[in-house]
């Protein structure tokens, strides 16, 4: 009999390892937001990264923990945040442009998702279909789209000729390239479309007044503004300037729009962070960043704020308008 | 652990190999079959999820077609419509497809009219020459044309779709889509942990990857056997190929599915590593597996365990028998098993009590028989002993009166004597007296040995007992006489006749009185008496000699003795007389016995039967003697 106890109970430390399957019990992932901007500001994106992250089964604070790291416009700080990041051993950090870099200077092995900008550009990633590295996300830049914020505005205010352009060149912060690159395009298309072009080059906050006497004095009738941190930080004051010199004006993206910009044809950036998040999502289940292609935004969308458009006293055209993606009244 | 006995190796084996075998041949069978579903399952869930993929992808290039196919105005070549009507045709649907990035219309000469993109500039009525474009050129009316797939910027998959409308005037109409929602459907297909889906066009060339740099590689995939089965199988839309196993582009064995995307010709592959795949089924191959060894290793022990049990009342009988017939026929067998063995134990025992019952009879026969043989060897001793010492008697006998006849005629002869005539005649007398002794003594022997022989013939008729006691007082009437004993004879009346040898029974009674008349004293009596009893007759001689002793009743009847055996003792007669009367007597089917007592004279008896009897006569004649003296 005592045989018999032997092989039973050899029978069950055999049966045992095929049987019982330990679950190891998982820390909750935690992730970073690195950005030069501040939280406030960056709402509505954070809003969209997280109601994707709803989709994707991630609640934060339930099953998932965020580490915050916002700079307000003091880029400095951005290294300083990133290295508290990488001491905290989060699994990914998020970032847009500015804080892609920074985070970039300060690990090679953390996952990076960038939320905006363009990877390629500032060579955060050897190709878009292949990023290697720790960096991966979305490319938001399309110069191209330049010229067809131009033909926008054309297509909208037809008696368009002299337009102001707001650009920024900060040679040693990422995404100064980005503004160049679409100003060539704007180039190419104003000598097509027979417009005369007025660049503007800002170097800081303080460009900003002169840029604007600058317009008033050259009597452009209609203003592009790119996307840089000196116009994102103060597209309040350029809504007004706009809304006050009755300039009809075409931005990069809707933020100018809600803040009180006429109108607005590119990248819905809430919705690349949304993408973001799926990426995120990727990540967190094991997949490597340097697999991941970077996605180019396909689809940009036309937000017209006819609030201003009435407070301008113009009126656009039906054609314009029924291609509109989003009107706000 | 029990004992090793052959019987017990034998039925283990036999048990263990039973059930073990069952329980192997049960299980690999089981193993087997559930290996067969498994995979069949893993192929059709392979199947399956390639229909799915194929389904969603060609919905997509379907939906793109529809919408495309939605702009295609035929009255628009005719000039029916502005070319500022056009554009905004051609934005909406932009704005309804956000597949299609740029949407152009080529008239019948394959000029571009209209152009309009998300992205780039729009053009209107550029007229540029885009006839050689296969976008054109090879479109069919009715039929979509769908390019190779190509990419932009490096990381997005684009496709152009064109149109004809239904006459050659209409014109073609070219959409550049973007299929970043097939990577995606593509991307999102998981087949357990590794095993992932892919698509290759109609050449076999790779365009849609989970990995896209693999696809930028343009890598051919035709040579893969299931790439080339897949085109050469060529089913109808939605149908898939069977699942297979087939290589990947690395040289893994893979479980693979395909189905068709009909529209573009392209074929979506669903693979799965095989060890991947199959690690479900290894697992619960291995399981039952397992299983299938732990149940034959329980069975060999139950096997052993049952073995034993049968093996052990088996043996204890044996053991038990061995004892029981090495002698210990006390031994008893205790098997409770409540079975057969129980039943064939208890017989055992049975057969044990029975043995030793027999074997205690037997045992007791045996000390009878021995008894009865010793008994027998005494009597044959004793006969033995009786012999000679008759033999002895007998020399004795035949000499006394041999040495009388010698010694009285050598006197007579004897020169040298001067006899008388008186004792000259006494001398003659006493030889012829001694003649006669012997000759009345060899005459008995010789009755007695005939009788002994079963040779003595009786004449048996039917005769008058009366007429023999007359006959034998005439002749032992001188003798009386001379002893002034008193001889009478006294018979009953009706006295029938008895069957009888008439001569033997004289001489009988002649013996009878003549020992009478020889013994009694002088002025004694003796007398002949003859009655009927039951059955016979009864014959008495009686005298008032000196008696018998009653240990002495039954010596008398036998050959030499006389009451008292010395020399002393013994009076004048041979001895033999009594012995045969009596044998004579029982001869007849009587009886003969005596009545006396030392000092109160002797009463002879002996019976003859009215019927005949002698046929039983002869039987007791041949007998031993020793029987008739229980």
Known sequence: ?329 | MEPRGRLFRKYAILLGALVGGALLTGGLVEIFFSYREHKTALLSLQREKALVASARIEQFIRDIERQIGSVLRPEWSAGAATPEERRAEYLRLLRLAPAITELAALDARGEEQLRVSRIDLDRLASRRDRSREPAFREVKPGKAYYSPVYFRKESEPYMTVSLAGRSRDAGVTVAEMNLKLIWDVIAQIHIGKTGYAYVVDSRGVLIVHPDISSVLKNTDLSALPQVRAARAGSPGPGEGLDAAIARDPSGRSVLAASAAVAPVGWWVFVEQPLEEAFQPVYESMFRAGLLVLLGAALSILASLFLARRMVTPIRALQAGAARIGAGALGHRLEIRTGDELQALAEEFNRMATRLEESHAGLEQKVRERTRDLRQALAQLDAANRHKSQFLANVGHELRTPLHAIIGFSEVLLDPALELSEENRSRYLAHITTSGKQLLGLINELLDLSKIEAGRMDLEIRPANIGDVLDAVHDTLRPLADRKAIDLRVEIDGGIPSCPMDAARIKQVVLNLAGNAVKFTPPQGQVWLRADRVDGGVRVEVGDTGPGIALEHHRRIFVEFEQAGTSSADRLEGTGLGLALAKRLVEMHGGRIWVESETGNGSRFYFTLPLKDETTLLREVAVQPRTQRTA
């Open chain 1, 1 to 329: 009999m005592k045989f018999v106890a032997l092989v039973v109970a050899l029978g069950i430390c055999a049966l045992a390892p095929l049987a019982a399957e330990v679950q190891q019990p998982k820390n909750d992932p935690r992730i970073a937001f690195l950005a030069g901007g501040s939280r406030h500001a960056d709402a509505l994106l954070l809003a969209a990264f997280w109601q994707r992250m709803k989709e994707l089964n991630y609640v934060e604070g339930k099953n998932i923990v965020a580490e915050y790291r916002f700079a307000d416009g003091a880029l400095e700080r951005l290294p300083v945040f990133a290295a508290e990041l990488v001491r905290l051993n989060v699994d990914v950090i998020v970032a847009p442009g500015s804080g892609v870099l920074a985070a970039r200077q300060a690990t090679e092995v953390i996952p990076i998702v960038q939320a905006f900008g363009d990877p390629v550009a500032w060579r955060f990633v050897a190709n878009l279909a292949r990023p290697g590295g720790n960096v991966t996300g979305l490319s938001t830049l399309v110069p191209e789209l330049g010229a067809k914020q131009l033909e926008l505005l054309k297509d909208a205010f037809p008696g368009v000729s002299r337009v102001a352009v707001l650009w920024w060149f900060g040679a040693k912060q990422p995404g100064a390239d980005h503004n160049v690159l679409l100003l060539g395009h704007i180039k190419t298309a104003a000598a097509a479309l027979r417009v005369t072009l007025q660049p503007l080059e800002l170097h800081g906050v303080d460009d900003l007044d002169s840029a604007f006497a600058a317009i008033a004095e050259a009597r452009a009738n209609a203003l592009i503004v790119l996307r840089n941190p000196i116009t994102a930080t103060h597209r309040a004051r350029i809504a007004d300037f706009a809304a006050k010199r009755r300039l009809p004006a075409i931005y990069t993206d809707r933020e100018f729009v809600d803040s009180g910009g006429l109108m607005s044809y590119g990248v819905n950036v809430p919705d690349m962070w949304g993408r973001a998040a799926v990426y995120v999502d990727k990540i967190l289940k094991g997949a490597k960043p340097g697999e991941l292609p970077v996605e180019q935004p396909t689809n940009f969308e036309l937000v017209i704020n006819l609030k201003t458009a009435k407070g301008l006293g113009l009126t656009l055209p039906r054609s314009v308008l029924s291609r509109a993606d989003e009107i706000i009244e």
